[in-house]
């Protein structure tokens, strides 16, 4: 892969089960270094991508270049260039971590001079210093992703795909996985991971979010909080929710209304009504109202925002 | 290549030595289907419930009765005094044979008339009831040559001089028609099958279930070199159950090995390839382990019904012995029972061997061909 071509391009890509389209025209460009989120809930075809990506799955429509390579037509090539983790743990649970460590750099041949500093590496990175003759079934949720990712990395691919990495596993377990994702992207690996975590998004360089199996958004976390709310949004303490929610989804100069938890999140278009409008408005149709102020919007807002913008009206750009 | 068949070939028996359950599984049913097999598979008839009604109270039929009562082959259960005894006998289970000797059979003896003999057979298992009746005649035949002295005595004046035929039958390679000695090799062969065809089916299946299966195949490994790793420690696995089962039938059951151990070899790497091969077609066609395991059952039933292990296959209507011509048992049990008992060699048997290489190339091509790399 020469330097100037992006690691992976997206054109189009579509995948269709029978009468299901699992992904709808995807159309991507992924730099190399960068580190791209996969953003989107469970269904939105964010694991179909990837695995079409990895030449798991055929296209039925579109084409996809990694690393250079067609994945359709030559996919071999595709995984010389590639680490891949599957969204289920899928490392051998009787083996132990140096058993699974040497069958994956057996199965990616690895050279015998470098097998001793990779595997050491591997295990470093996945902090398992001490546990290396421990069976695989027997360690916590987060040693598990790492070493899968350490297994996935021993061959040095210059691009990882990450399908849902941290699912399931504890939140410092979380972080301490994106430090090892930024880690490697520092040395120049592209990785596109795919995650439902809203919060994770925060951590990559840019976000595709997926839903229904199209890309409805890509930008920088920056670029998509700032940009694509079309307003501003207002956090309130109110109850009861569900009455609030209908009120102020019919009220004048509102874009949008959605629960968060348990207070409502409203974007209010510029020129509408204002924080003193808003409570009076909510008051009136008998809702009792706490604090009402404006917040910056996290990405879960945008993700919101743009779904249900997509919903009311269909075919509209993102 | 090597490397990566290798680690596979590492990692397969590594996790086996990992399963203690493994070991036991591996061995113990084997040696225990053959125990069973050994004792049980017999079609020999011992100590058949009989009841008697003799309504002649006679020298001879009492000579009759007693040649019976002296074969181990039956037992009199009951001394029945009238013929509704003899149904009742019969229809409740307490006897499955029955013999009546009616009024006037010593008389017609005397009088050189046939002597007629009323035997009832309770028919449910129609194996039992036929190998008894030849067993009757048997003692009938031997009961009326014990008559036929006096018989010629009393027709001294015969012109015609007795010509009797014996027939003298001689099996060949197996004298005393020794049952075990014909299920033995059955056995190896098809338990060997089935422990073969259900490990490897269950083997790649899991790997898929687990999703250990995705992982491999995201890398660049070929599917030639997965397929080798995968089959190769069953094909070995089945080498060490026909050693050990083969073992077993010629030290314990005594069963005889008169042929070439290089005949046996050949024959079974033929059959254990044709083994690995059908189950890892198989497990092209199972998601799961639940498919796996049906479609096993599936299968297997008729692989063994139809090998000609119990039935013959000459005796099935003509498109059932088409279908037994794709299961390689068929061709196993002729090459293992030929080894075994008659010791004729290649000159012999490349018929059966060439099928088994037949059917495992197809097989083994067939699967190839269903696993790509991919998950569509």
């Known amino acids: ?318 | 290549m090597y490397e990566r068949i290798a680690v596979m070939l590492m990692k397969e028996f590594l996790q086996l030595k990992r399963d203690r359950w493994a070991k036991f599984r591996l061995v113990v049913p084997l040696l225990i289907q053959m125990l069973v097999f050994g004792y049980a598979a017999t079609f020999t008839v011992h100590h058949v419930a009989t009841t008697v009604l003799d309504l002649d109270r006679s020298q001879a039929s009492r000579a009759l009765v007693s040649h019976f009562v002296a074969s181990s082959r039956f037992q009199v259960v009951d001394w029945a005094q009238n013929q509704a005894q003899v149904t009742r006998d019969i229809n409740e289970g307490r006897a499955v044979i029955a013999i009546v000797i009616h009024a006037g059979f010593a008389k017609d003896l005397e009088n050189g008339q046939q002597a007629p003999l009323q035997v009832i057979v309770d028919g449910t298992n129609s194996n039992t009831a036929l190998i008894a009746l030849s067993y009757i005649s048997q003692i009938v035949g031997l009961f009326s040559q014990d008559q036929a002295p006096a018989m010629l005595r009393t027709a001294a004046s015969a012109a015609v001089p007795a010509v009797s035929i014996s027939l003298e039958p001689r099996p060949w390679f197996n004298d005393d028609l020794n049952e075990r000695w014909f299920f033995i090799p059955g056995v190896i062969g098809t338990i060997t099958l089935l422990q073969v065809v259900s490990l490897t089916a269950f083997a790649v299946v899991r790997e898929r279930e687990v999703g250990t299966l995705e992982q491999i195949m995201v890398s660049p490994i070929r599917p030639v070199e997965f397929i080798l790793g995968k089959t190769v420690p069953f094909f070995l696995i089945g080498l060490g159950d026909v050693a050990l089962v083969s073992a077993f039938g010629i030290l314990w059951f005594r069963v005889p090995f008169i042929g070439s151990p290089l005949v046996m070899f050949a024959g079974t790497v033929l059959f254990l390839l044709a083994a690995v091969s059908l189950g890892l077609l198989l497990s092209t066609f199972s998601r799961t382990q639940q498919q796996a395991f049906a479609l096993n059952f599936f299968f297997v039933n008729p692989l063994f019904i139809l090998s000609g292990f119990a039935f013959p296959i000459a005796a099935m209507p003509a498109w059932l012995q088409g279908v037994t011509v794709v299961n390689p048992l068929r061709y196993f049990l002729v090459v293992i029972r030929a080894v075994f008992l008659k010791g004729v060699g290649f000159p012999a048997l490349w018929p059966d061997l060439g099928a088994m290489a037949l059917l495992a190339s197809v097989m083994l091509a067939a699967s190839i061909l269903r696993f790509h790399k991919s998950l569509d």
């Open chain 1, 1 to 318: 892969m020469s330097s100037g071509t992006p690691a992976v391009v997206v054109d189009r890509l579509t995948k269709r089960f029978d009468e299901f389209t699992a992904v709808d025209g995807i159309t991507l460009t992924i730099g190399r270094g960068e580190v791209v989120g996969f953003i989107g809930p469970n269904g939105a075809g964010k694991s179909t991508t990837l695995r079409m990506l990895c030449g798991l799955l055929t296209p039925t429509a579109g084409q996809a270049t990694v690393a250079g390579y067609d994945v359709a037509r030559e996919p071999e090539k595709v995984r010389q260039n590639i680490g891949y983790m599957s969204q289920k743990f899928s490392l051998y649970g009787d083996l132990t971590v140096r058993e699974n460590l040497r069958f994956f750099a057996g199965i990616y041949r690895v050279r015998r001079e470098d097998l001793g500093s990779r595997m050491d590496f591997a295990i470093r990175m996945a902090g398992l210093e001490g546990r290396e003759d421990v069976q695989v079934t027997t360690l916590a949720g987060g040693w598990k992703q790492r070493l899968a990712l350490g297994c996935a990395i021993l061959h040095r691919p210059p691009i990882l795909f990450l399908d849902e990495p941290t699912s399931g596993v504890e939140p410092e377990a979380r972080r301490r996985f994106w430090d090892l994702i930024h880690d490697l992207a520092a040395d120049g690996v592209t990785i596109l991971v795919s995650t439902h975590y809203m919060d994770e998004a925060e951590y990559c360089n840019r976000i595709a979010l997926i839903n229904q199996g199209r890309l409805i958004a890509l930008g920088t976390p920056r670029e998509l909080k700032g940009s694509r709310l079309g307003g501003q949004l207002v956090e309130i303490a109110c109850a009861p929710l569900g009455k609030a929610l209908a009120r102020m989804s019919a009220a004048p100069g509102v874009l949008d209304a959605a629960i968060f938890g348990d207070k409502l999140h409203v974007v209010m278009a510029e020129g509408g009504l204002d924080l003193a409008g808003l409570r009076q408005a909510l008051a009136d149709g008998g809702i009792q109202v706490g604090e009402a102020r404006a917040v910056r919007p996290s990405l879960e807002d945008v993700f919101v925002r743009i779904v249900t913008r997509k919903q009311d009206a269909p075919g509209a750009a993102a």
